[in-house]
């Protein structure tokens, strides 16, 4: 069974960085990927990329201020969050999927999230 454990939420000011961890055990998985969500709105596509991390999307808030990297020896992805705004405070989650050749990310298997404040 797929289990997906995120680390390295906190609070940060505006401005700074943060880098989340997601360590996957079970089996090697092809796709990994970040989403994000605040209450009351639905979780949105923050990035992902393939089995070495060689290919990447982002959602357009964060191209250039965010890094999706994979550790494939540790089954780790990372997300480096830099230049944070206060609207990047959610919860962000780890999750394993599908990502098609013109970058549309399906997830499947979800951690449970860690979450991100950024204050002003």
């Known amino acids: 069974q797929v289990q997906l454990v995120e680390s ?9 960085s ?3 961890s997601c360590a996957a055990s079970g089996r090697t998985f092809y796709s990994m990927g970040w989403f994000r ?3 009351g709105k ?4 923050v990035a992902a990329c393939n089995w070495d991390g060689g290919i990447t999307y982002y959602t357009d808030s964060v191209k250039g201020r965010f890094t999706i990297s994979r550790d494939v020896a540790k089954n780790t ?8 705004k206060v609207e990047d405070t959610a919860v ?3 999750n394993t999927g599908n990502l098609g050749p013109s970058g549309d990310y399906r997830p499947s298997s ?4 860690t979450q991100v404040t950024v204050s002003s």
């Open 8 to 16: 390295g939420g906190g609070l940060v000011q505006a401005g700074g």
């Open 18 to 20: 943060l880098r989340l």
């Open 37 to 39: 969500q605040v209450p």
């Open 42 to 45: 639905e979780r949105e596509f």
């Open 77 to 84: 992805i990372y997300l480096q969050m830099n230049s944070l």
């Open 92 to 94: 962000y989650y780890c």
């Open 110 to 113: 979800w951690g449970r999230g």
